[in-house]
């Protein structure tokens, strides 16, 4: 064999091992989102919460400072905040920033001028409101978050005593894994996202690291959707998409699914059939309509719900433990995927993300109110 012919045999293995070893790349990818989302779906009965803490403290208030109450997770944790605090015998007001950034902050001055012993932030931005945060920390209010940033936990400055939440990056890229589990490794993906939010910063990165790790899938776009004007915005854009992307056009994944609330009448209007491309998927945050749509096969396929009652409850805990000048919990509830095939369980029956894990006995236990 000449070395024309030794040089093109060469060449041709060369390539046939990228090849292999780009195509068991994408199978061993393929393999682990598979396992993940097995597990994800799973059923939610254990308590893996705090089993001790401090009894309760008496004759507290807190405000609820909540970013909009048009959002499912917002309303939920609020409630729930309440009714814990109702247990303990708290006096509890809700104030609500309307949907946009400037609201909220002007919700959380409003609070501050309450003299409350705390202050919840519900979605409200830490790091977009840090001035009022530390003018509530010198007077001595305890400020404690849900959604308020990018990651669980305390926060230093401005001085946050924690923030409750699952972890919004494993929520995201778990929503991300589903599109390509579902489409089994040759997904299109649209992004909606609003990066004046740290927390949808961290989402809208981890949807699209999960895509783009899927060698046969294609991040389409990333298109801004402010999350104050979505029924102004929705329909436009979704009708722009479906112009600009067509049959390519396989999911469209977002950070909070009040954004499907005005797409859906979109697709009917465009005469797209409820159980065809583009499927809808959100990172968050488990609405009454989600449940309904995903139940009935219209046009989404699946959420990541956070348990916002029970993350009401924890940040009432949270706080007491703040009060009685211990420091947080720690807990940090996992990542639950929901589809048709589980939608009725854990609380979905009710259309709600509520694990069947007695979160409210092992609450009152460790505060003593049993």
């Known amino acids: 064999m000449n070395s024309l012919k030794l040089g093109a045999a060469a060449g041709a293995m060369a390539l046939a091992g990228s090849l292999f070893m780009s195509t068991a790349f994408a199978d061993e990818v393929l393999d682990r989102m598979k396992a993940d989302i097995a597990r994800s779906v799973g059923p939610q009965t254990q308590w893996d919460g705090p089993t001790d803490g401090p009894k309760a403290a008496k004759d507290k208030s807190i405000a609820y400072v909540s970013l909009t109450q048009n959002s499912s997770g917002n309303a939920d944790s609020a409630r729930g905040a309440e009714e814990a605090a109702k247990v303990l015998g708290w006096k509890f007001t809700l104030l609500d920033g309307k949907g946009t950034a400037t609201g909220g902050a002007d919700a959380l001055a409003q609070a501050i001028a309450l003299k409350p012993d705390a202050i919840i932030l519900g979605s409200v931005s830490i790091e977009n409101n840090k001035t009022l945060i530390k003018q509530a920390a010198d007077q001595g209010i305890v400020v404690i978050g849900w959604h308020a940033t990018d990651k669980p936990g305390p926060v230093a400055d ?35 996202s609003d990066r004046q939010y740290p927390i949808v910063v961290t989402k809208t990165d981890a949807i699209e690291k999960a895509v783009k790790e899927c060698t046969g899938c294609t991040l389409l776009s990333e298109d801004n959707g402010p999350f104050g004007e979505v029924p102004q915005r929705t329909p436009g854009l979704i009708n722009s998409l479906l112009q600009r992307y067509g049959d390519k056009l396989g999911y469209i994944l977002t950070f909070n699914e009040v954004y499907f609330d005005f797409a859906v009448p979109t697709l009917k209007a465009a005469g797209i059939d409820p159980s065809a491309p583009p499927h809808l998927i959100a990172a968050g945050d488990g609405s009454e309509s989600a449940y309904q749509r995903i139940r009935n096969g219209q046009y989404q396929i699946a959420t990541v719900p956070e348990p916002a009652l029970m993350h009401g409850w924890q940040l009432v805990d949270e706080l007491n433990r703040a009060f009685n000048k211990q420091p947080p919990s720690g807990f940090v509830t996992k990542v639950h995927l929901v589809t048709k095939d589980n939608v009725d369980a854990d609380g979905g029956d009710k259309n709600r993300f509520e694990p069947s894990n007695d979160y409210r006995g092992h609450y009152k236990k460790i505060w003593g109110v049993e």
């Open 158 to 192: 401005p001085p946050v005593f924690t923030n409750v939440g699952t972890d919004p990056w494993d929520i995201a890229y778990t929503a991300g894994e589903y599109a390509v589990v579902h489409s089994n490794g040759t997904a299109g993906v649209e992004v909606i």
